[in-house]
């Protein structure tokens, strides 16, 4: 594709509520990263992928994070239970290599939890 | 937890000069790099310059990087409006086969026409 897109642009959820945030990554990228951005902040590590498999979920703040990309393309951040904590900007990207060095941003997904 | 610090804050210039920001970070790094964000959207690429590596450029951009000080300046000449954005270091940590950035909090540049 053109770029890494992500859907929806613009979440708003009721505490308690469950989320699903989808990114489609440039096609043929093999890595994909999840990071958070709190407002007026830098982008926080989240979670990151591997084609299918995840190598790294340390950055996922509890359990109520979770992230799968089951054919190695499109990926889902899902959080249950949300929290008014959890609102912040989702950021999605990928690079092409196995290491992630250039990463291609989307533009996000803003969840306001209410 | 976030590595690198950016300074200044935030920077207003006027069109036409130079813009200088400065980034400092805590651990040894593979490669530093830096990013841009316009409002409403997403983090863009800007330069990557690896450890090894003291100085390097792009169009009107140039980064320095100084190991010994764990430090980076990206200096933008002949600033433009459509430069107006928020610019990020990250650095690159090669760990477990796959490279974690740690980002700053970034640097907001207004340009003024």
């Known amino acids: 594709g053109a770029g890494v897109s992500q859907s929806p642009r613009y979440k708003v959820a009721k505490r308690g509520q469950d989320v699903a945030l989808r990114c489609d990554p440039i096609?043929?990228?093999?890595?994909l990263f999840w990071y958070q951005q709190a407002l007026g902040q830098g982008p926080e590590f989240l979670t990151y992928f591997q084609n299918e498999a995840q190598l790294d979920k340390s950055g996922l703040p509890s359990d109520r994070f979770f992230a799968e990309r089951p054919e190695g393309s499109v990926s889902t951040l899902k959080i249950q239970r949300t929290q008014q904590e959890d609102s912040a900007v989702y950021l999605c990207?990928?690079?092409?290599?196995?290491?992630?060095?250039?990463?291609?941003f989307g533009p996000g997904t803003r969840l306001t939890v209410t | 937890s976030q590595q690198g610090e950016e300074d200044p804050q935030a920077l207003s210039i006027q069109e036409g000069e130079n813009a200088t920001m400065n980034c400092s970070y805590k651990?040894?790094?593979?490669?530093l790099q830096w990013y841009r964000q316009n409002s409403g959207r997403g983090l863009v690429h800007l330069i990557l310059?690896?450890?090894n590596e003291r100085e390097k450029h792009s169009g009107r951009l140039r980064v320095t990087l100084d190991t010994s000080k764990k430090s980076s300046s990206l200096l933008i000449t002949a600033s433009r409006a459509a430069d107006t954005a928020s610019y990020f270091c990250?650095?690159?940590?090669?760990?477990?086969?796959?490279?974690?950035?740690?980002w700053g909090a970034g640097t907001k540049l207004i340009i003024k026409p």
């Open positions: 096609s043929g990228h093999v890595s």
């Open positions: 651990t040894s790094i593979n490669n």
């Open positions: 310059i690896r450890s």
């Open positions: 990207a990928s690079s092409l290599g196995r290491t992630g060095v250039e990463q291609y």
């Open positions: 990250a650095t690159a940590s090669y760990l477990d086969s796959n490279y974690q950035l740690i």
